[in-house]
């Protein structure tokens, strides 16, 4: 039996009186490739927020690898304490839409800063996990550049090798090719693919169809804050609910 990596309960999370994410459960488990995929609007961003602790959840329960991060206490959601939140923290990484590099720093500082300060590795331990991610995605050239001199497709890899180097168990993606021309998605696709190979737990936010069918242990369709269908790719394609069937039609025909 593989063990839940991620553990989310009836979470949920309001801004004002918009209720954003209803009540979502969802575990995921070592080595599983989720994606999910909705409407605009749906929640999916609040979701990953609220699950990497960018937000905090107003109700539900989460946890990483069976350690607790929050949890529900007489209608409150309640988080760890700031230590255990720290090591918990440790379990996962976030790679963004919008690369999010550090534009001052050169492609090398970008990768080791984080380990050398919160990992606490020595420069030259962190140069060598950062040189040996540069080579596995194919940006060894590039160490010494700044990301403006950087393509968005070198510069979403350059933010993947960030977070590995951080060596998490868990990857999370919010997007990671829309900002990129269609000719350089495929790059960014490719490493996804691999470390998908490599068996890394995954959760992927796209509206790349094609490759969440090809990748995904499960998808996870998302409407106005709630799971609206789930399944295996086959499921979820073979027999889409209503809803389902729409969005789908809609963003394979743009
Ligand atoms: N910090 C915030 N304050 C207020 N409202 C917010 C905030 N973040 C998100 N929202 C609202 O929550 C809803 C869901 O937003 P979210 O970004 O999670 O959607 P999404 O599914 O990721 O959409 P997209 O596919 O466009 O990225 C939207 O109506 C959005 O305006
Ligand atoms: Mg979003």
């Not at 309960?9 to 989720?34: A, P, Q, R």
């Not at 169809?209 to 998808?219: G, N, P, V």
């Not at 790719?233 to 969005?247: I, K, T």
Request: with cysteine; proline share 4%; glycine share 8%.
């Amino acid at each position: 039996m593989s063990r839940n990596f991620l553990e989310i309960n009836h979470m949920k999370k309001s801004f004002g009186d918009l209720e954003v994410i209803k009540d979502i459960s969802l575990t995921v488990k070592e080595g599983e490739v989720v994606s999910i995929i909705g409407p605009s609007g749906s929640g999916k961003s609040t979701l990953l927020r609220c699950a990497t602790m960018l937000e905090k959840m107003d109700g539900g329960e989460l946890s990483f690898l069976g350690e607790k991060a929050a949890h529900e206490e007489n209608g409150r959601c309640v988080y760890a304490s700031r230590a255990d939140l720290k090591r918990i923290h440790k379990h996962f990484g976030l790679v963004f839409q919008s690369f999010n590099l550090f534009p001052h720093y050169s492609v090398l500082k970008n990768i080791i800063d984080a380990p050398m300060t919160v990992d606490g590795i020595s420069r030259k331990e962190a140069e060598a996990r950062a040189e040996k991610l540069l080579a596995q995605l194919g940006l060894s050239d590039k160490k010494d550049a700044y990301p403006y001199q950087l393509s968005g497709g070198q510069q979403q890899r350059v933010s993947i090798a960030r977070a590995l180097a951080l060596q998490p168990k868990i990857l999370f993606f919010d997007e990671p090719t829309s900002a990129l021309d269609p000719e350089l998605t495929g790059e960014v696709l490719k490493v996804i693919r691999q470390l998908a190979q490599e068996h890394m737990t995954m959760i992927i936010v796209t509206h790349e169809m094609q490759f969440a069918r090809e990748l995904s242990d499960r998808i996870i369709f998302m409407e106005q804050g709630v799971i609206c269908q789930e399944g295996t790719p086959e499921e979820l394609f073979s027999s889409p609910n209503a809803r389902v069937r729409e969005f789908i039609g809609r963003v394979m025909n743009v």
